[in-house]
């Protein structure tokens, strides 16, 4: 494998490179911060360093010591967006193969971009403060000094002090009172021996509890949600896991739980080791969102035991998860579900091509990021663009010999980073003994997959689930010239599932709905007293595409209580065509709300 190249980052890893991680540090909730210690083992990997350069972006840096003694060091000056690269002199110029220890003492400051930081008014109960972090992509240098590249993997000893309860990407090896500092602190310590990257070390602290909802899985939430909670996940989640290990090989994290976030969280999931964060809106009461954990649940094997090299290759991760997410939907609800869920994906990623630029580099499987920042190229185009390579590559080899290099390929890249080159070898020198896939393979225009920008040919989806939602969707077409009189039995026996193809099929017409045709939507299927966030943005869409005046406030609500990018951005960017007054003063009025991650991309959206 050649040495990975990572645009976005300022460390020396291909000079030294990170072998061991202890994070020791404390959270102070009135100040904001975290501070403490970072200890880096770095192993040498040529003769004559003079220097090690870390990554960090908004960090107090205290002083620095290398096998306990202190030395010199500076920060350079910011470079966006990747921060201040911190230079460590190598007073004893160390050869290839040595080990030295890098302590860091810091504290992060309040533009740190990883964590977000809640007052009791802004939990479920009011009672106490809250925080958790978000690291991915490139935020884990607000948080502590790191080799801030997916390239580089290390495992973790963490030891985290704070007045409230504390998960953290890790096993739990106990609790006990912290004698020397704040009365009623206690340490929570976690080992991670699996080697992860950076962007994987998650940390949340509140007043959180735990529920058993599998024989290796917990739900951690507050106190009020946690029966909900428990409720919705328990029973699928195993499944989950054994039908993925089926799939791949056995799970290797020994526990899998899941820590329902509080509403800002601004993914649908974060699949930080052992324990998954997620946001809220996945518990609707109905089960109709739990596979969000099943994609989260995928991560454990591509993109945590097996991680894009950088994060142009970005597709490598969240392409295979995608991949195997819809298996497990298969497995469990049957064949028609692949496709169902496939169809529903390429929506998102025609109206993410379209929102881009059908040409834009950032429809491209590998992109460019020299310079630029990994977030602003987020969105659905490497997840569902990824996984219609791979699902394109299935169907060429043929499923049966596919389904046996999918072991091959998570075996080999066990523990380890790649590109999208490293990928390809792999695969073409797996089936380079069988005649026929690799004749098929020789058929593959690797530059129009790698670099081609825009949407691929649609592959011929099974449509059996969603001819029933498109068949109901051309009677709201033309309802104001037909005798079609709309009821609450159109949709009785239909699934969430559905109800979004619905919704979506009408948000794709040329011509919007009129308000009226809206408010008569509103009426007869009672969209608005969903709790599911999938089913309510999606009408929500319905009406700011209608003009539909008298949704302008329940746009504006929702938009107060979730921090989901994938509902908010959206719905801003609607709703700032409808009324840019409102938009504007209901960003303003939950800016403290969202993440900072969510905040900076609504910002840029609204043009702010």
């Known amino acids: 494998m050649a040495p990975i190249t990572d645009p976005n980052t300022l460390a020396n890893h291909h000079s030294v490179v990170t072998e061991y991680t202890t994070i020791d540090v404390a959270l102070d909730f009135k100040a904001s911060s975290v501070s403490g210690d970072a200890t880096l083992k770095l192993k040498v990997l040529k003769d004559g360093v003079g220097e090690v350069v870390l990554d960090t972006s908004y960090l107090d840096i205290k002083c620095v010591a290398i096998d306990g003694k202190e030395t010199t060091w500076k920060l350079d000056d910011r470079k966006e967006p990747y921060g201040s690269a911190l230079r460590i002199t190598l007073t004893n110029k160390p050869k290839a193969g040595d080990s030295i220890d890098v302590m860091i003492s810091y504290s992060t400051t309040e533009k740190c971009t990883a964590l977000q930081w809640m007052t009791p008014d802004q939990t479920s109960n009011k009672k106490h403060p809250y925080m958790f972090s978000q690291c991915q992509a490139i935020h884990a240098r607000s948080l502590y000094p790191c080799q801030d590249t997916p390239a580089v993997k290390s495992p973790f000893t963490i030891s985290i002090r704070s007045p409230l309860p504390v998960v953290a990407s890790g096993l739990s090896t106990g609790s006990k009172k912290f004698q020397a500092g704040t009365p009623g602190t206690l340490v929570y310590t976690f080992q991670q021996d699996i080697p992860i990257p950076s962007y994987l070390f998650a940390v949340a602290s509140g007043d959180i509890a735990s529920a058993s909802i599998g024989p290796r899985s917990m739900v951690y939430a507050g106190p009020e949600e ?20 089926k799939l791949v090989y056995p799970y290797p994290w020994t526990t899998y739980s899941v820590l329902i976030l509080p509403p800002s969280f601004p993914y649908g999931g974060m699949e930080n080791p052992n324990i998954t964060f997620a946001t809220p809106t996945i518990i609707s009461g109905d089960k109709s969102n739990v596979d969000v954990i099943a994609h989260e649940l995928a991560h454990s094997w591509s993109g945590n ?221 009672k969209f608005l007293d969903s709790e599911n ?73 609204l043009k702010l």
């Open 533 to 605: 966030a999938e089913i309510l943005s999606r009408f929500l869409t319905v009406a700011l595409k209608a003009k539909d005046e008298k949704l302008y406030a329940r746009t504006a609500e929702a938009l107060g209580q979730w921090g989901r990018m994938k509902f908010v951005r959206p719905l801003f960017r609607l709703l700032n065509d409808c009324d840019r007054e409102l938009a504007v003063a209901t960003f303003k009025k939950n800016d403290n709300f969202y993440h900072p991650i969510c905040r900076e991309a609504v910002r840029k959206d």
């Open 226 to 245: 946690l029966l909900k909670c428990k409720t919705e996940l328990e029973g699928d989640t195993e499944k989950f896991i054994q039908i993925a290990e």
């Open 305 to 525: 035991l097996v991680s894009n090299g950088s994060w142009e290759h970005f597709w490598l991760n969240e392409g295979w998860t995608v991949y195997i997410e819809r298996r497990i939907q298969a497995a469990l609800h049957g064949p028609q579900y692949f496709d169902f869920s496939s169809i529903i994906g390429w929506k998102a990623f025609r109206e993410s091509v379209e929102l881009f630029g059908a040409d834009h580099e950032f429809t491209k499987l590998i992109v460019d990021l020299k310079d630029k920042d990994p977030d602003d190229a987020f969105s659905s185009i490497p997840y569902e663009k990824g996984f219609n390579f791979l699902y394109y590559l299935d169907r060429l080899v043929g499923r049966e010999k596919w389904d046996k290099f999918i072991p091959h390929y998570f075996k080999k890249f066990h523990q380890k980073s790649l590109t999208s080159f490293d990928f390809k070898d792999t695969l073409l020198e797996y089936f380079s003994s069988d005649a026929e896939a690799a004749a098929a393979l020789k058929t593959v225009d690797w530059e129009e997959k790698f670099y081609g920008p825009g949407l691929p040919p649609k592959p011929d989806f099974d449509t059996t689930l969603v001819d029933v939602c498109y068949l109901l969707a051309d009677c709201w077409k033309s309802i104001e010239t037909t005798q079609f009189e709309p009821k609450p039995s159109d949709i009785a026996d239909w699934g969430s599932g559905q109800l979004v193809v619905f919704l979506e099929a009408i948000t794709d017409f040329e011509k919007p709905l009129t308000p009226a045709v809206v408010e008569k939507m509103k009426d007869a299927y």
